[in-house]
């Protein structure tokens, strides 16, 4: 049986950044309206490449609201939602299992505009043959 392992990014509003052990592996760009996606990003590499020392994953959320008159006087809603999930696959190429190797994230609130909204961070090792988050931090801004 193969492992992989992906994030599958189900909601943005505003903009959402994702790092893997120091480098950006996905960059949303600002998104208004809170559509719904349905991105998945591949990280089996990435975690591999680093196989023998803890990997952090980390997930930077921003309000961002530009506005033509520049007034930042008024909350502005955030959405992130996300999964990180192992994916088990037979012989054949099927994917036989998933498993959340984290709780899946999504959150809504209102916050002030320009600030980043979340600073969600995860601490990976590669134990028994199979990545496991040992620790997290997760940060949230609400209005002020």
């Given at each position: 049986?193969?492992?992989?392992?992906?994030?599958?990014?189900?909601?943005?509003?505003?903009?959402?950044?994702?790092?893997?052990?120091?480098?950006?592996?996905?960059?949303?760009?600002?998104?208004?309206?809170?559509?719904?996606?349905?991105?998945?990003?591949?990280?089996?590499?990435?975690?591999?490449?680093?196989?023998?020392?803890t990997?952090?994953?980390?997930?930077?959320?921003?309000?961002?609201?530009?506005?033509?008159?520049?007034?930042?006087?008024?909350?502005?809603?955030?959405?992130?939602?996300y999964?990180?999930?192992?994916?088990?696959?037979n012989?054949?190429?099927?994917?036989?299992?998933?498993t959340?190797?984290?709780?899946?994230?999504?959150?809504?609130?209102?916050?002030?505009?320009?600030?980043?909204?979340?600073?969600?961070s995860?601490q990976?090792?590669?134990?028994?043959?199979?990545?496991?988050?040992?620790?997290?931090?997760l940060?949230?801004?609400?209005?002020?």
């Amino acid at each position: 049986m193969k492992q992989e392992y992906w994030i599958n990014v189900k909601h943005v509003d505003n903009r959402l950044v994702i790092f893997l052990n120091g480098e950006t592996i996905w960059d949303s760009g600002i998104v208004h309206d809170d559509p719904a996606l349905n991105t998945f990003i591949d990280i089996t590499s990435p975690l591999k490449d680093h196989a023998g020392h803890t990997s952090e994953l980390i997930f930077e959320g921003f309000n961002d609201d530009y506005t033509a008159n520049g007034d930042e006087g008024e909350l502005n809603p955030w959405h992130f939602s996300y999964r990180v999930f192992k994916k088990t696959i037979n012989g054949a190429g099927e994917v036989v299992g998933e498993t959340d190797i984290l709780n899946p994230y999504n959150e809504k609130h209102l916050s002030n505009p320009n600030t980043r909204a979340i600073s969600n961070s995860y601490q990976i090792v590669l134990k028994s043959g199979e990545y496991k988050v040992v620790s997290n931090s997760l940060s949230q801004q609400f209005y002020k």
